[in-house]
Nanobody, 120 residues
Framework: QVQLVESGGGLVQAGGSLRLSCAAS????????MGWYRQVPGKQRELVAV???????NYADSVKGRFAISRDNAKNTVYLQMNSLKTEDTAVYYC??????????????WGQGTLVTVSS
């Protein structure tokens, strides 16, 4: 069983910064990709940023230049540094990972979500 545990959400004023963390644990052979998605009520979940095992990254246009994704492969942890936050960044942020388990199966895993609220 593989699980993702997120931390770092909270309330911040517009223009401020937050750092989200997500640690994967369980029967992990390797992690192909780790990323962050976000969702607001009434809207579809959207990709924020993703980082591949080789270090390549991809960002939503709305966060480019403000957010930075990174990972610590030794700790199976991904981070999302969010700077210059805007009220429209308010959402529940979900960690996502594509993991190859010890049984050689690929498994997509989601975290429980962490709320980020940006006040004006």
């Amino acid at each position: 069983q593989v699980q993702l545990v997120e931390s770092g959400g909270g309330l911040v004023q517009a223009g401020g910064s937050l750092r989200l963390s997500c640690a994967a644990s369980g029967s992990i052979l390797s992690i192909t990709s780790m990323g962050w998605y976000r969702q607001v009520p009434g809207k579809q979940r959207e990709l924020v940023a993703v980082i591949l095992s080789g270090g390549n990254t991809n960002y939503a246009d709305s966060v480019k230049g403000r957010f930075a994704i990174s990972r610590d492969n030794a700790k199976n942890t991904v981070y999302l540094q969010m700077n210059s936050l805007k009220t429209e960044d308010t959402a529940v942020y979900y960690c996502n990972a594509l993991i190859r388990t010890a049984t050689l199966r690929f498994q997509e895993v989601w975290g429980q979500g962490t709320l980020v609220t940006v006040s004006s």
